[in-house]
């Protein structure tokens, strides 16, 4: 599996994949009936880097990563992870998480934060805190799920040394 930047080309793939996980309205705060047409302004926005596992001519996995916060704040990375369903537990997620960070500290970020992690994504908050991530805080019904109504997200950090 290579993981590259993301390109015009990839456009595609990725709403298939974007698309798809946020459906079940179970971990994205992006809304179930998000048109393709918006996926630029979410995943290729000016300032962000968007990043495609492929395998095989097959893109699997894709991630963003981006500045937390402008000026002051912007020395803190932000990352959002996306696997295509068909390829959950095959090890991408790990594999994207692990090119994020790596490539957040070649350029210079010194930690990176997710603003929000919704409570009841167990394998994301159990991946995230075997990476070195740690709840820092909680936002009581922070997210409205599809299913289960109001539940908790967290913020999670990790320090790069």
Not at 36 to 43: F, V
């Amino acid at each position: 599996m290579q993981i590259r930047a993301a390109t015009e080309k990839d456009l595609g793939p990725i709403w298939e994949i974007f698309s798809t996980v946020i459906q079940t309205g179970d971990t994205y705060t992006f809304s179930p009936d998000t048109q393709k047409s918006d996926l630029k302004k979410y995943w290729f926005k000016e300032g962000m880097e968007t990043f495609v596992a492929e395998e095989n001519s097959k893109i699997w996995g894709t991630y963003i990563i981006k500045p937390n916060q402008l000026g002051l704040g912007n020395h803190i990375a932000n990352c959002g992870y996306m696997v295509h369903p068909e390829a959950r537990g095959k090890g991408i997620g790990k594999a994207l998480c692990e090119h994020s960070i790596k490539f957040a500290k070649e350029s210079n970020y010194v930690g990176i934060q997710f603003n929000i992690v919704v409570s009841t994504n167990v394998v994301a908050v159990k991946l995230w805190e075997k990476f070195g991530f740690k709840i820092i805080g909680t936002t009581p019904k922070g997210f409205r799920h599809t299913q289960l109504g109001l539940v908790d997200t967290y913020i999670m950090f990790k320090e790069l040394n």
